[in-house]
């Protein structure tokens, strides 16, 4: 069987944590005045993450090989692009007042948008595999506990 991720989960997971935090800051910031939007920022793509390397150790039972984390990260940085690029857009549309027809606004608008989601493609990486082997760690201790048990 060819290992793969679940991408539309990923998605799902990625969106409504995205929602989440965005009614959260909101919130917190009507009732005490406080923005904490730019320190949540990346926790839709650490949560859907997570959960994409957990599930990958729980449905294959081992860790994924170098290349597959690649590919896996590769993917779900696109479903991410997908998803994020039109909503900043619309962000920055809705709330500045910026010439988007400037060539210089769209030449930095890229350059930043390539860094962020080079930036997180490796974090993506790093966090995919963390989570399978955060995995494993646990299956192996509840496997080690239950053989000394019974």
Not at 27 to 44: E, R
Request: proline share 3%.
């Amino acid at each position: 069987m060819h290992p793969e991720i679940n991408l539309i989960r990923f998605a799902v997971i990625y969106v409504s944590v995205l929602i989440g935090t965005f009614v959260l800051s909101t919130a917190v910031l009507i009732a005490a005045d406080i923005d904490i939007s730019s320190g949540t920022q990346f926790l839709p793509v650490i949560a859907a993450t997570l959960d994409a390397g957990h599930r990958y150790f729980k449905k294959y039972q081992s860790l994924p090989e170098s290349g597959f984390a690649w590919s896996a990260a590769f993917k779900m940085t696109v479903i991410e692009i997908i998803i994020s690029v039109p909503v900043a857009f619309a962000v920055i549309l809705l709330a500045t007042e910026i010439d988007f027809t400037s060539g210089f606004f769209i030449a930095i608008f890229l350059g930043v948008l390539a860094f962020v989601f080079l930036v997180s493609f490796l974090f993506k990486r790093v966090l995919f595999m963390s989570a399978a082997k955060g995995a494993q760690k646990a299956f192996l201790k509840h496997k080690a506990k239950a053989s000394t048990v019974g």
